[in-house]
Antibody, heavy 121, light 107 residues
Framework: QVQLVQSGAEVKKPGASVKVSCKASGYTFTSYGISWVRQAPGQGLEWMGW????????NYAQKLQGRVTMTTDTSTSTAYMELRSLRSDDTAVYYCARVVGRTVVTFLEDWGQGTLVTVSS | EIVLTQSPGTLSLSPGERATLSCRASQSVSSSYLAWYQQKPGQAPRLLIYGASSRATGIPDRFSGSGSGTDFTLTISRLEPEDFAVYYCQQYGSSLTFGPGTKVDIK
């Protein structure tokens, strides 16, 4: 079965960077994309961006352009999301999700368990 | 950017009742590229519906989606105790955006 296993919780200071990993199994990694979605405490879902595991193309939410980088390591079927210049309002649970389709962003079929990132001085 | 609006914000119903959730887009969603997700407290979202009306794998047939253009609906024909949750719509016709969610709670 499809599994997306994310790295553990992080606590960071304002201005620092965080890198969250998402290890995929149970499917052909390069046949799908990975999206990252975050959810601040008590709030709704915010799409952060998408990366094609097929060709590495990315599409980032305009709000995060310049602060976020998404990458994949096809040798280990792992996706990464790095967020820089962290602020307190980046405190959230960060999810990775498998995107149906290799080269376009579509719906999110399977989700990781989430990674809590806390930004606090 | 396509903005999605969901109504009502909260829906208070009893088990066995019918739930009708609305999702409206600020502009037409091409090819009915709209999905619905369910999220329970402390859990990741779960895909229910894609392509406006296609049920995801393993989703019971009491969940159905309909609509096109700018107006979409998720219907739960008879609420089961496990259906009380927050529901989000998401469009993928132009980049990707989520609606703010509708909470279905027990009356």
């Amino acid at each position: 079965q499809v599994q997306l296993v994310q790295s553990g919780a992080e606590v960071k200071k304002p201005g620092a960077s965080v890198k969250v990993s998402c290890k995929a199994s149970g499917y052909t990694f390069t046949s799908y994309g990975i999206s990252w979605v975050r959810q601040a405490p008590g709030q709704g879902l915010e799409w952060m961006g998408w990366i094609s595991a097929y060709n590495g193309n990315t599409n980032y939410a305009q709000k995060l352009q310049g602060r976020v980088t998404m990458t994949t390591d096809t040798s280990t079927s792992t996706a990464y999301m790095e967020l820089r210049s962290l602020r307190s309002d980046d405190t959230a649970v960060y999810y990775c999700a498998r995107v149906v389709g290799r080269t376009v962003v579509t719906f999110l079929e399977d989700w990781g368990q989430g990674t809590l990132v806390t930004v606090s001085s | 950017e396509i903005v999605l609006t969901q109504s009502p914000g909260t829906l208070s119903l009893s088990p066995g009742e019918r739930a009708t959730l609305s999702c409206r887009a600020s502009q037409s969603v091409s090819s009915s590229y709209l999905a619905w997700y369910q999220q329970k407290p402390g859990q990741a979202p779960r895909l229910l519906i894609y392509g406006a009306s296609s049920r995801a794998t393993g989703i019971p047939d009491r969940f159905s989606g309909s609509g096109s253009g700018t107006d979409f609906t998720l219907t739960i024909s008879r609420l089961e105790p496990e259906d009380f949750a927050v529901y989000y719509c998401q469009q993928y016709g132009s980049s990707l955006t989520f609606g703010p969610g509708t909470k279905v709670d027990i009356k």
